[in-house]
């Protein structure tokens, strides 16, 4: 009688575990912490990006401009940079390098209706410490930016509702928000309760 209470309850046990276990593996993260294998920084990031579009109907019908915005943290034993990354396209890509940069030297992010400055740290994963892109390009030829950002300006991009990315230079562009992006809200605030215990 002992013996079989006993097997029952192991039983159970494993079969609580079983369940547990399979539970977590079926949710997937949408919070990533991956270690560059050569520079030894861990780097978190998001797997839904904010995707901004700026329509340009003066050159054809449909040409769009893209910006993608996604957050990311990089600890370097135990001391956190966080930036945010932009990558930019458009259905007419411009041959010109320097021409596609323009304007974006630095770029206002505007969080229902308040405007944050932000200044390019580079061009290329070095700038942040890694030896490869964070996030996948959006388009072949897109461009990646990343711009050096505090937590607390993570986490009021993640609170608001509404963001707009306004480009500076000689000819600016005003990106708006593509649709609702339940998706990249969502990540945007596990991203900021992953690395802030927000």
């Given at each position: 009688?002992?013996?079989?209470?006993?097997n029952?309850?192991?039983f159970?046990?494993?079969?609580?575990?079983?369940?547990?276990?399979?539970a977590?593996?079926?949710?997937?993260?949408?919070?990533?912490?991956?270690?560059?294998?050569?520079?030894?920084?861990?780097?978190?990031?998001?797997?839904?990006?904010?995707?901004?579009?700026r329509?340009?109907?003066?050159?054809?019908a449909?040409?769009?401009?893209?910006?993608?915005?996604?957050?990311?943290?990089?600890?370097k034993?135990?001391?956190?940079?966080?930036?945010?990354?932009?990558?930019?396209?458009?259905?007419?890509?411009?041959?010109d390098?320097?021409?596609?940069?323009?304007?974006?030297?630095?770029?206002?992010?505007?969080v229902?209706?308040?405007?944050?400055?932000l200044d390019?740290?580079?061009?290329t994963?070095?700038?942040?410490?890694?030896?490869?892109?964070v996030?996948?390009?959006?388009?072949?030829?897109?461009?990646?930016?990343?711009?050096?950002?505090?937590?607390?300006?993570?986490?009021?991009?993640?609170?608001?509702?509404?963001?707009?990315?306004?480009?500076?230079?000689?000819?600016?562009l005003?990106?708006?928000?593509w649709?609702?992006?339940?998706?990249?809200?969502r990540?945007?605030?596990?991203?900021?309760?992953s690395?802030?215990?927000?």
């Amino acid at each position: 009688m002992f013996e079989q209470a006993y097997n029952i309850r192991n039983f159970a046990a494993v079969l609580i575990t079983t369940l547990l276990l399979s539970a977590c593996a079926t949710q997937s993260s949408s919070v990533n912490d991956d270690l560059d294998p050569l520079t030894g920084v861990t780097v978190t990031y998001s797997d839904s990006p904010v995707v901004l579009y700026r329509d340009n109907p003066s050159y054809a019908a449909y040409s769009r401009n893209f910006v993608h915005l996604g957050p990311i943290e990089i600890n370097k034993s135990g001391s956190y940079r966080y930036y945010l990354w932009l990558g930019i396209w458009s259905t007419l890509q411009a041959s010109d390098l320097a021409h596609q940069r323009d304007g974006y030297a630095s770029v206002v992010l505007v969080v229902d209706g308040e405007p944050l400055l932000l200044d390019l740290a580079g061009w290329t994963p070095a700038a942040i410490g890694t030896s490869t892109p964070v996030y996948p390009k959006p388009y072949a030829t897109s461009l990646d930016a990343y711009y050096r950002v505090t937590a607390d300006q993570i986490r009021l991009i993640a609170q608001g509702r509404e963001l707009q990315l306004r480009t500076t230079g000689t000819y600016p562009l005003e990106f708006q928000m593509w649709d609702e992006q339940k998706a990249a809200k969502r990540d945007l605030i596990k991203f900021v309760r992953s690395v802030n215990n927000y």
